[in-house]
Nanobody, 116 residues
Framework: VQLVESGGGLVQSGGSLRLSCAGS????????MAWFRQAPGKEREFVSS???????RYADSVKDRFTISRDNAKNTVYLQMSSLKAEDTAIYYC???????????WGQGTLVTVSS
C-alpha cells in the first residue's frame, strides 16, 4: 500500500483544515488506518485511528476537535481538524496496517502549521 497525504498548510488558531490520505491498491478496505503527528523536537504521537468497520479512536488532546473518516470507494481516509491550536503544529502522517495498532505502511507526511 502506498499512502499520499495532502491538505496541510498554514492556518490561524481556531481555524480548520481537512487532511486527506489517498491509498493505492484494491485492498484498501482491509486496512486499519490512522493518523500520527510529530511536532518539532518531539516524538511521533498517535492522533486518531479508524477500523475497517468504521470504529474510531482519538488521542485525548484532539478529542471533540478532530474527526477521522474513510471512504473505501475512494481509497481515502480523512482527518477533519477544527478549533486548531498552536500545539497542533506538526507533520501529520497517515498509516495503514492489517492489524489494530500495528501499522506497516506510512505516508511521507504533510505539514500543518497553526499560527497563534
Amino acid at each position: 500500500v502506498q499512502l499520499v497525504e495532502s491538505g496541510g498548510g498554514l492556518v490561524q488558531s481556531g481555524g480548520s483544515l481537512r487532511l486527506s490520505c489517498a491509498g493505492s491498491g484494491r485492498t484498501f478496505i482491509n486496512y486499519y488506518m490512522a493518523w500520527f503527528r510529530q511536532a518539532p523536537g518531539k516524538e511521533r504521537e498517535f492522533v486518531s485511528s479508524i477500523s475497517k468497520s468504521g470504529s474510531t479512536r482519538y488521542a485525548d488532546s484532539v478529542k471533540d476537535r478532530f474527526t477521522i473518516s474513510r471512504d473505501n470507494a475512494k481509497n481515502t481516509v480523512y482527518l477533519q481538524m477544527s478549533s486548531l491550536k498552536a500545539e497542533d503544529t506538526a507533520i501529520y502522517y497517515c498509516a495503514a496496517g492489517l492489524l489494530p495498532s500495528s501499522y506497516q505502511y506510512w505516508g511521507q507526511g504533510t505539514l500543518v502549521t497553526v499560527s497563534s
